[in-house]
């Protein structure tokens, strides 16, 4: 952890968060719309950033710590990371993983898809469901005076009882200005760490789990991460802001 402070946003800067994590959820569904066997990573990147320069906002990812495209395409094995490329297709049955941000108005929206090319396999499809549940598990832990290795608890009994690694060289993280603030928000439990989230924190939860090895590796592009053992992965995420009530989900389409 470093030494920065978890920021409060007041309900002005949540509204312009709410309106970032809509343009983020739309473009996602967009592009679940468009997946299709035959297409390249590239293609994809294009479609997303036109969408969100013709909301009015800027994607968040491109140049940000010198990554050169606007969304985050992983395929099966790829965990995150992957950069989109014009000599990447997508083959009937990949799992593909869509991460992606969009700045309105200087605050940031964060999510990420899981989504299947044409038919995948069972066990594709159940990795691919039970990573959205275990996101949905750790949101549900979300309120004032609730820390947040209550998130990382409930993702991480969800992830293991059914058999999955949980990614742990990669965690969730603050959001607002910045697109990673903190605190950091792991999806297992890190024994004597804890952050207690109040009103006006505003988090991304995304839980990465692998079929198998909960191990990483990174590719020599310095960006692609990988599942050291070679098996699948899948990756969701929301934008989540902690209310009065509890939550709200910011990147809802």
Known sequence: MSNRIAIRKDAFELDLMRKAGKIV????????????????????DAIFEAHVRDAGAVPT?????GFPASLCVSINEEIVHGIPSDKRVLK??????????????GYVGDSAVTVGVGEISAKARK????????LMKGIAEVGPGKGVSRIGRAVQ??????????VEDYVGHGIGKD??????????????????LQVGHC???????????KRTRRLDDDWTVVTRDGGLSAHFEHTVAVTPGGYEILTLP
Do not use: C, W
């Open 25 to 44: 959820a739309t473009g996602l569904n967009l592009l679940r719309s468009r997946v299709r066997p035959g297409m390249t990573t590239l293609e994809l």
């Open 61 to 65: 990812f491109k140049g940000y710590r």
């Open 92 to 105: 009937e049955g990949d799992l593909l993983k869509l991460d992606a941000g969009a700045t309105y108005k």
């Open 127 to 134: 990795l691919l469901e039970a990573t959205r549940e275990a």
């Open 157 to 166: 009994r969800y992830a293991e009882e059914r058999g999955y690694g949980v």
């Open 179 to 196: 697109l990673h603030e903190e605190p950091q928000v792991p999806n297992y439990v890190i024994p004597g760490f804890e952050f207690v």
């Open 203 to 213: 988090v991304a939860i995304e839980p990465m789990l692998n079929e198998g090895d």
